[in-house]
């Protein structure tokens, strides 16, 4: 099975800058795809960015296009998420999930039910 663990949450003024890090362990990640969600208290899952090594793909939800960006070092099989542009609606529990049927990462790949093998999350927490 593949295990993953989050880190490198914490608390960031707005504006500022978190990387987090899904760290995988007993596959590589040309078995499958990375997805990054969030959950913020009483709302669901929210899918925030994907990354496929195998088809080379990404995507991203429009609520952080543009201020996030996903990577993958595979050697280390580790996949970022780099978070610029911080707002405080972006606080929640980071979590990074697998998904082993998609050929790669599109938007509509980003639906938590398709996602499995979930880490124990990272809290984000941009106040002021």
């Known amino acids: 099975q593949v295990q993953l663990v989050e880190s490198g949450g914490g608390l960031v003024q707005p504006g500022g800058s978190l990387t987090l890090s899904c760290a995988a362990s007993g596959y590589g990640l040309d078995y499958y795809n990375i997805g990054w969600f969030r959950q913020a208290p009483g709302k669901e899952r929210e899918g925030i960015s994907c990354?496929?090594?195998?088809?080379?793909?990404?995507s991203y939800a429009d609520s952080v296009k543009g201020r996030f960006i996903i990577s993958g070092d595979n050697a280390k099989n580790i996949v970022y998420l780099q978070m610029n542009s911080l707002k405080a609606e972006d606080t929640a529990v980071y979590y990074c999930g697998v998904d082993w049927g998609a050929p790669g990462c599109g938007k509509s790949a980003l639906v938590a039910t398709n996602f499995g093998s979930w880490g124990q999350g990272t809290q984000v927490t941009v106040s002021s």
């Open positions: 990354f496929s090594s195998s088809s080379a793909t990404t």
